[in-house]
């Protein structure tokens, strides 16, 4: 491989803007925020503000099916390798930056009313700063070093905004946690890096795209490479068995939980696997774990979601759901569809967040429904957008999730049936925990303290503004990917076509499906949103029931509402036995067998001194007798060894 | 001759402090490293320069003739991996003597000349290029840190000082002892390293002098299960001895192994290898294990330590350039980072008296700045990309995968084990509300924000533009991996 030189590109200024001005309001913030006060929020939205700019800028100057590396430098390198800091701009790129950096924008702006009376205001935007660089590092990069990079920083950054009240450990626990699950993820995608560079001497994506098409379909090697690396997005993006984090990562304040853990870093995954695809086209054995995993994740979460009371935790275990579908989705080589799932997720998941953050505005803090109801009447406009969120996700036309959610489940259809009636399940399950969380929430009367209901007002504009415009987008968002029996023109699809050709002639797709199969398939799915949408309706506001206390809980709805135990079985598997294994090594071999081998040698060594010293006595007929008597054993020796 | 400068500038410093006294000592150390290291930047610039061969060799070694039987010749110079470790020393040298402003030290005139000799004594281990006189730095450099730990240590200090001494000292032995077998059965009688990266010794006889010079190396670095006497050293020895030792001293360990067993004695070395590399990366496990439970904030650093340069060693034995070169670049970033930490436990310990992390925490209420540097060291310390450690422990993992990959994946727990140990050991410490104990956490003084600024930027410098480190030791790094294959 050569050294790779700086290129010079008319998107050169544009495409290094993007992640400079989040770097810099971070050094901004982070070195003056405490003079800055209120201003920083301002400042680090404004940066982002300016980076979607040049995003848009991309978007419309690179060339319809153009790629453009931007090479800063050479990072470092060794041997023949070379790991450069560069950039690729194509359409995935940009979809991700279009993504990251509009949707982060309302969520910066958004942060600005919600966080306004916390003391560490201007910290929070630091750290939120640093996390859109990173983001963009991530989806920026043209080789996995860089993705690394990123990979690790959000990482870091996840891990300092959980904690972000930090006097309380119940929230440092679960940043801790984060940051050490994404980690076991981290070590498959290091392995995954040496297995690239030890068969391909490079980590650059067109050039590991070429070895491994060099090695041919379902080579041993890559199907370890597609491995290990999937175990890095099981990690970041929270699949069995690596999802326990992200429920526990509501402990950030709200905003970080839509960004972070719904809109943009949890899909990085996704966003990997569709960037590798060459490498997974020619795994299909990987292509099967994937899609067995994200199935088995998508209803498994699912059914969690269902009887959880926390607002915010009944919202995460729906994003685990929802990517667990994405991965369905890569894992059946559709990977345009999970793209366009993350995409539309991104919209509507962050209007759920930032929705459920402004009730919480609204009620002084509380999170549990039990404590909630008939908020409809008070705050409308977090009402009303809330309202098209959950429609958004449910998969009712012609919401932006309909569409994506109907093009996965009709390539399912397409690959295998019982994947298609599980992915139907779980779609069913959403509606009916998304509208049972609606209806909590929104109907009937309120059940809180008339404490809290004398406090209850709506958001500032600063709030309600990002939820207008996302509630917008997650209407019209969808149309960008409209199904072939709507028109021949699916401009997502379209848009990205580029970057999964080869993938397409490695995997040849499946006949066109029957307008009339496809309307029956919509149908179907539509029905059963409906169904679950009415049943939830029956129960929480025709019957008006409420979701039991804790202690009430009884049998299979105890092991659900505790989320099966997991996280207790993994500290009885894991963490005991290593923190007993440590004061093991300890006390046993640290301080008792080797120890005490080494004082062994030294204890050894002066009792032979003590014997020998008393020879040493100072008599000088015993050292003539000892010299006359050596005297003839060397003589003997003489005599009797050498001849 | 810039060589022997850079010898003398400590040394001459060391004799003179012995006539200063009080706070003017500290200044004066100081200025002494602070002007050694500004000379190190000029023998680099010279190292660098576009010349010849012959003409950089000429300025900067000196060969003179000593002793003539047994033949020993001051002969001292500097190639890209001894340039590393005098950076290495020369960069830490002013950071340790710089953590001693604003505490109340006794006697600081000997301290700080002992001190002073010890940085002429590791100067001369990472620059001799005869046997005999490396050997005599090597032992020098045991003396001063001696006397340090007895003098200035904490509780218990008599009885562990004795214990590092005489294990380290036993291992020193059966260096030399190697170095007379050597020296008797080379043709030429010399110990100069160029002659002995040419010997002809039979692989029968490697073998067995082999496990000489790695007992001893084993014991210095320490490898377990050699280590036994560095978590009670580290944690009883002053501050400034702990950062000597585990920043710069055990570096001695590694650095020798690159340098007098693997191109000295290829064949042993290529017998033995797989034990080796298993016992270290055992050894990473292990350590790492152990600091996951460990509630002293010094021991805790210490078997951190352990476990990352028992990574180090591992990533060398791999023999290959990568793990070589890894192993280079990982020393100068594990010798910042541990002086880092260490540095922190000082200032933590300094000022609540506790050293046991139960009995701290929300630290970070009360010095917020201190919490900064103190997370940027740590991040460094878990190798997190952009920061120093990063692309050593990159190098090192990707060494051992191409030696064998389920070696890469067992000792790449450490990147799990050391997230897991270092977060609790900050969470504990820094977060969470403030503990009774530590009702009062006073503002970081100067010296002490200058000492963890110079280390936060150093972590994320040699993080983002780690070429020119790299290019310093790549030819080095390949010359010994040629020099490391059986001839």
Known sequence: MTETVIQTSNLFTPTILIPLLPLLGFIINGLFGKKLGHASGWIATTMLLASFACSLFLFFHLPAGGSETVVLSNWFYFKDIFIPFAFLIDPLTITMLLVVTGIGSLIHLYSIGYMHDDEGFSR??????????????????????????????????????????????????????????????????????????FHFKTLNYDQVAIGALNLGIGNITIVGITLALFIGAMGKSAQLPLYTWLPDAMAGPTPVSALIHAATMVTAGIYMIARSNILYSLAPHTLDVILIVGTATTIFAAIIGLLQNDIKKVLAYSTVSQLGLMFAALGMGAFESGMFHVVTHAFFKALLFLGA???IHALSGEQDMRRMGGLGKYIKITFATFLIGTVAISGIPPFAGFFSKDEILATAFEHNKIIWGLLSFSSMLTAFYMFRL?????????????????????????????????????????????????????????????????SKTIMPAGHEMSHSMEWILIGTAVGLALLSIAFAHNKYVMQKQTPVEDEQLSGLSKVVANKFYVDEIYNAVFVKPIMLLSDLFLVIIDKLIIDLLVHAVAFITSQVGRLLRLFQSGHLGFYMFAMVISMIILLAVQIFVVI | MLTLILLLIPLIASIIALFLRGELVKWFSLVATISQLAFTVYVFTVFKAPNAPEVTNGLLSLNIDWINSPKINFNIGLDGMSLLMVILTNLLMPLIVLAGFNRNQERTHIMYSLMLLMHFALIGV???????????????????????SLNWGGVNRATVTLKFFIYTLAGSL????????????????????????????????????????????AIKIPIIPFHTWQPDTYSSAPTQGTMLLSGIMLKMGLYSLLRWLLPVLPMGTAEYTPYVIAMCFIGVVYASVIAIMQTDLKKLF????????GLIAAGIFALNVQGIQGGLVQMLAHGINVVGVFYCADIIINRTGSSDINTLGGIRVLSPRFATYFIIIVLGSVALPLTNSFIGEFMLLLGLFEYNSWAALFAGLTVILGAVYMLRMYQKVMLGDVNENVTVFEDLKWNEELVLATIAILIFAFGIFPKPILELVAPISEQIYRLSFVR
């Open chain 1, 124 to 197: 929070f935007f630091t750290y939120l700063n640093l996390f859109v660089f990173f983001m963009l590092i991530l989806v920026m990069g043209n080789n996995y070093l860089m993705m690394f990079i990123g990979w690790e920083g959000v990482g870091l950054c996840s891990y300092l905004l959980i904690g972000f009240w930090f006097k309380n450990q119940a929230y440092n626990d679960a940043a801790k946690k984060a940051f050490i699950m994404n980690r076991i993820g981290d070590l498959g995608f290091l392995v995954g890096m040496f297995m690239m560079l």
């Open chain 1, 357 to 359: 953050g402004s009730v």
């Open chain 1, 438 to 502: 609606l209806y909590l929430t929104f109907s009937t009367s309120f059940r809180g303290t008339d404490e809290v209901k004398h406090h209850i007002h709506e958001s500032p504009m600063v709030m309600t503004l990002p939820l207008m415009i996302l509630a917008v987008c997650s209407i019209v968002v969808g149309f960008i990917g409209l199904p072939p029996v709507l028109s021949h023109t699916h401009s997502f699809k379209n848009y990205l076509s580029s970057v999964f050709a080869q």
């Open chain 2, 126 to 148: 990472f620059v001799s290029f005869d046997g005999f006189l490396y050997y005599i730095f090597w032992e020098l450099a045991l003396i001063p840190i001696y006397f340090i």
């Open chain 2, 174 to 217: 059966l260096m030399l002892f190697g170095f007379l077998f050597l020296y008797w059965n080379t043709a030429s009688h010399s110990l100069s390293w160029v002659d002995l990266t040419m010997n002809h010794i039979c692989s029968c006889k490697q073998g067995f002098i082999f496990w000489m010079f790695f007992l001893a190396y």
């Open chain 2, 302 to 309: 210490a078997y951190s330590s352990i476990a990352h340069v």
